[in-house]
């Protein structure tokens, strides 16, 4: 199994560029979601899903938008790109929900100018 | 809401010597607590977790950590330090109620030689 993979590594965007995270998982897995880390902010939620066709907001949702039209994909797309929204992004996965370990993918690193 | 803090940025240790990380939480019913480590340019590792029974959990390299629930505490702890536990180290924790897990800043950890 591959895991959590996610494209691209590394992403320069200039301001209100779009573009989309790649995030895929070949688990199985329900559950999966997207962070933003930031340093001395640790890991925010940004949107999570627990099946396919349902997604929720996390804490930080503002700019982003998510779909889950399967279970193995889940893609984070930034509309209209901002200098704020510079950071290194995860996906993670896992097999349910609640009480499961999540799988986390290497991340994207992004800048926006 | 759910949150977590991780009241230490860093901490040194030196090698051979146990090692401590410190994690609170708050969240409205029974947590699901969490740790993970971040090596550098790697996405989280899981360590280890609480979902119930055993207040004492053990994980992965020799970790541990205790959930005391009158203080709304899980810390990470290893009787003897290693060098290579050198790393980010995150506290996260999930109300059972809710579908989202919610990430501490994370706390560096630094085992000297």
């Known amino acids: 199994n591959a895991g959590v993979t996610q494209t691209p590594k590394f992403q320069v965007l200039k301001t209100g560029q779009s573009m989309t995270l790649q995030c895929a998982q070949d688990?199985?897995?329900?559950?999966m979601s997207w962070y933003r880390q930031d340093p001395g902010m640790g890991l925010r939620l940004i949107h999570y899903?627990?099946?396919?066709?349902?997604?929720d907001q996390g804490e930080v949702p503002n700019g982003y938008n998510v779909s889950r039209s399967t279970t193995e994909d889940f893609p984070l797309r930034l509309l209209s790109a901002a200098p704020s929204q510079t950071s290194v992004y995860f996906c993670?996965?896992?097999?349910?929900?609640?009480?499961?370990?999540?799988?986390f993918g290497p991340g994207t690193r992004l800048l926006v100018l | 809401a759910q949150s977590v803090a991780q009241p230490e940025d860093q901490v040194n240790v030196a090698e051979g010597n146990p090692l401590t990380v410190k994690c609170t939480y708050s969240v409205s019913g029974n947590p699901y607590l969490f740790w993970y480590v971040q090596y550098p340019n790697r996405g989280l590792q899981f360590l280890l977790k609480y979902i119930t029974g055993d207040n004492l959990v053990k994980g992965s390299y020799g970790f541990e950590a205790e959930f005391n629930k009158s203080q709304t505490s899980f810390h990470l702890k290893k009787p003897s330090a290693l060098v290579s536990d050198s790393a980010l180290y995150f506290c996260a924790v999930r109300d059972r109620r809710d579908d989202k897990i919610i990430f501490g800043k994370g706390t560096r950890l630094h085992i000297l030689p």
């Open positions: 993670a996965s896992s097999r349910t929900s609640w009480q499961e370990t999540q799988y």
């Open positions: 899903s627990v099946g396919a066709g349902i997604t």
């Open positions: 688990m199985n897995h329900e559950y």
